[in-house]
T-cell receptor
Framework: DAEITQSPRHKITETGRQVTLACHQT?????MFWYRQDLGHGLRLIHY???????NKGEVSDGYSVSRSNTEDLPLTLESAASSQTSVYFC?????????????FGPGTRLLVL | AQSVTQLGSHVSVSEGALVLLRCNYS??????LFWYVQYPNQGLQLLLK??????LVKGINGFEAEFKKSETSFHLTKPSAHMSDAAEYFC?????????????FGKGTLLTVNP
């Protein structure tokens, strides 16, 4: 069955370190998204991609970057981790085209920045 | 810009009681609307979606939602709550036109089911 996987599931890092969170999907979807989830804020979009070599900023993109070199993967990089980036991170993917825009979510990565 | 408001960050019901979770949207045209559920320590799972085919939408686990354009609402209901329904529920909206595939999420409603 098609799925989205995220790794690691849990990560502890120190302030100032570079961190990369992996996202891999086997749906063959063109669209991929990264969100962060914080209490009281719901899900907020960090970055998204509509295809290989395409990347776009979401509403909370400062301090984060992504790159899309193939259809299956969209890694999220925290350039210099800050305590404010302690959060749960979710990756999602969806199809391109008219009609339904259902996004399918990964299990999440819980990140703690000390 | 589209927005979604979920009234009530926390709803508590007794097992067997009606579940009603409220969602209102702000959009210039009728959007696509979604309800997702998140169980503890898991990702989001689609419950149901409205894509203009029918105003009453049935989803998984006995949930349904009705699109009301005049009220700009898409409230989620279930006639009889079960303990396994305890989770966080998110309403989301998407622009039906063009090539905008982004979803805008509400802040979520945590549902507690009491025995």
């Amino acid at each position: 069955d098609a799925e989205i996987t995220q790794s690691p599931r849990h990560k502890i890092t120190e302030t100032g370190r570079q961190v990369t969170l992996a996202c891999h999907q086997t749906w063959n979807h063109n669209n991929m998204f990264w969100y962060r989830q914080d209490l009281g804020h719901g899900l907020r979009l960090i970055h998204y991609s509509y295809g290989v070599q395409d990347t776009n900023k979401g509403e909370v993109s400062d301090g984060y970057s992504v790159s899309r070199s193939n259809t299956e993967d969209l890694p999220l990089t925290l350039e210099s981790a800050a305590s404010s980036q302690t959060s749960v991170y979710f990756c999602a993917s969806s199809e391109t085209g008219t009609g339904s825009k259902t996004q399918y979510f990964g299990p999440g990565t819980r990140l703690l920045v000390l | 810009a589209q927005s979604v408001t979920q009234l009530g960050s926390h709803v508590s019901v007794s097992e067997g009681a009606l579940v009603l979770l409220r969602c209102n949207y702000s959009s210039s045209v009728p959007p696509y609307l979604f309800w997702y559920v998140q169980y503890p320590n898991q990702g989001l799972q689609l419950l149901l979606k409205y894509t203009s085919a029918a105003t009453l939408v049935k989803g998984i686990n006995g949930f349904e939602a009705e699109f009301k354009k005049s009220e700009t609402s898409f409230h989620l209901t279930k006639p009889s709550a079960h303990m396994s329904d305890a989770a966080e529920y998110f309403c989301a909206v998407s622009d039906p036109g063009g090539s905008n595939y982004k979803l805008t999420f509400g802040k979520g409603t945590l549902l507690t089911v009491n025995p």
